[in-house]
């Protein structure tokens, strides 16, 4: 699915709950978040990505599936040397499920989205030592 209003709307209305070590945030699309901001100076990361393998091009697909994918996203993650904690999409619409995500420090933001369209993902989470999560699209790396 292109980039639409619908659809970044929907990204905006969604809270990206990340387990971190000492602490959970819930991150909104262009707020700050502080303790982000402080685990980050402390990891000594300059950048973060949310990644998700779930319902890809915004097409619901079934649970087993979806844990198969998210699997071997974390794997692929892990084989690039990288360390991905839990996170979660938690979208304020009831019409749609949350999905587990990956909350991956120091991965650049090309690569991010390089990820993300390999397992057909619209956009993902991006951001920097400001602790502010932005939406990043796979489309503008074409």
């Keep these: 699915m292109a980039k639409t209003n619908e659809l970044e709307a929907a990204y905006a209305a969604t809270t990206y ?6 602490g959970l945030c819930e991150l909104r699309i262009g ?21 998700t393998a779930h319902n890809p091009g915004a097409r619901r697909l079934g649970d087993a599936e ?16 990288y360390e991905p904690y839990a996170a979660e999409n938690i979208p304020d619409a009831t019409d749609w499920p949350a999905e587990e995500s990956c909350f991956v420090p120091d991965l650049a933001l090309e690569d991010a989205l390089a990820l993300a369209e390999d397992y057909g993902q619209d956009a993902i989470v991006w951001g920097g030592t400001d602790g502010i999560p932005l939406l990043a699209w796979t489309e503008d790396i074409k």
Aim: charged share 25%.
């Design 66 to 81: 979806n844990a198969e994918r998210q699997s071997q996203l974390e794997c692929d993650l892990l084989e690039g040397n």
């Design 31 to 51: 707020q700050p978040e502080q303790t982000l901001i402080d685990w980050l100076e402390t990891a000594g990361s300059e950048a973060f990505a949310i990644l």
């Design 17 to 22: 709950r990340v387990y971190l070590p000492g």
